[in-house]
């Protein structure tokens, strides 16, 4: 069998912290456990880190696209104006579709935020 893992650090003080809110410096009446509020802190925070990693590779998978639609073509391989007006056209187009795709992610994850 696995033991569960100890919160961590920020939890602990985060916990100790609140409950010296609730019951004093001397914590006098304090009936649960340091350990038990910590560990309580120390999901939120998990939580919380997954979805900033989920946000990050987002973010990630965004500026990579956007790096790539922005590189200036070959010159050695688009020589006809007409061809090149076409592939930016084309890349303007797909920069657009990013843009709005993270607009309205952004937009319901703050929606979902406020019904919260």
């Known amino acids: 069998m696995s033991t569960p893992a100890q919160p961590t650090p920020l939890a602990f003080v985060t916990a100790e912290d609140v409950l010296r809110a609730i019951y004093g410096d001397d914590l006098k009446g304090c009936t649960v456990t340091l350990d038990s509020i910590a560990t309580i802190i120390d999901r939120g925070l998990q939580r919380?880190?997954?979805r900033n990693g989920e946000w990050l590779e987002l973010y990630e998978k965004v500026v990579e696209a956007m790096?790539?639609?922005?590189t200036p073509p070959d010159k050695a391989?688009?020589?006809?104006?007409?061809?090149l007006q076409g592939l930016l056209t084309q890349r303007l187009d797909a920069i657009?579709?990013?843009?709005t795709k993270t607009i309205q992610t952004l937009a319901t994850v703050r929606g979902l935020k406020t019904e919260d």
């Open 77 to 83: 391989k688009v020589t006809d104006p007409a061809e």
């Open 67 to 70: 790096h790539i639609l922005s």
């Open 48 to 50: 919380t880190a997954a």
């Open 96 to 99: 657009h579709s990013v843009t």
